[in-house]
């Protein structure tokens, strides 16, 4: 049982370029988030979906987007990537449930320069 | 979902009892009360959550006012390894959790 497995976990972007961070849980979960954390900060909600198909927006959903194809599978796309961008992108999924709450990733460290 | 209140910061004594404080005094009937911990740059991790009465399980206790308008998550005898932010958060389940900034805890020898 993986839980949550984010890749890649660190990674290095120019400014104007796009990439993917991946997202995949093995527990069956309908609810999948994103969140980026700036140097001490709180969590910031980017994007969530409550099932395959389904998506929305979160605080700070711009110059990201999300696709839910499957219900293991939630990447995040950055669009053209700039300096503001650099942070700590964390995935979480739960049940609809929300017995054990939100598990979580262990995040993508991401720098734009 | 309801807005949640907690100390920027708190200080605890290994061996102690930590107990943190939440104010959520615009607290709706359905909603949940919960509790998760961010260990340096780990991605949090759920710790409890409660309704209206005070719960219990191998990590922490959560007390909860009879008015519902805050809550205490207690660790009760704190170790180096608890120094962490920990989260108060309330919601009814639904999509849109929003985590705040936190209480960063520090335990010290």
């Known amino acids: 049982n993986a839980g949550v497995t984010q890749t890649p976990k660190f990674q290095v972007l120019k400014t104007g370029q796009s990439m993917t961070l991946q997202c995949a849980q093995d527990?069956?979960?309908?609810?999948m988030s994103w969140y980026r954390q700036d140097p001490g900060m709180g969590l910031r909600l980017i994007h969530y979906s409550v099932g395959a198909g389904i998506t929305d927006q979160g605080e700070v959903p711009n110059g990201y987007n999300v696709s839910r194809s499957t219900t293991e599978d939630f990447p995040l796309r950055l669009l053209s990537a700039a300096p503001s961008q650099t942070s700590v992108y964390f995935c979480a999924s739960r049940n609809s449930d929300n017995l054990y709450g939100y598990t979580f990733g262990s995040g993508t460290r991401l720098t734009v320069v | 979902d309801a807005k949640t209140t907690q100390p920027t910061s708190m200080d605890c004594a290994e061996g102690r009892a930590a107990n943190l404080p939440c104010n959520h005094s615009?607290?709706?009937?359905?909603?949940?009360v919960y509790w998760y911990r961010q260990i340096h740059s780990q991605g949090p991790q759920y710790i409890i959550h409660g309704l209206k009465n005070n719960e219990t399980n191998e990590m922490a206790s959560l007390i909860i006012t009879e008015d519902r308008k805050s809550s205490t998550l207690i660790l009760p005898h704190a170790t180096l390894r608890d120094t962490a932010v920990y989260y108060c958060?309330?919601?009814?389940?639904?999509?849109?959790?929003?985590f705040g900034a936190g209480t960063r805890l520090f335990v010290k020898a």
């Open positions: 958060i309330v919601h009814t389940g639904g999509f849109k959790t929003i």
């Open positions: 527990m069956n979960h309908e609810y």
């Open positions: 615009t607290i709706s009937g359905n909603e949940y």
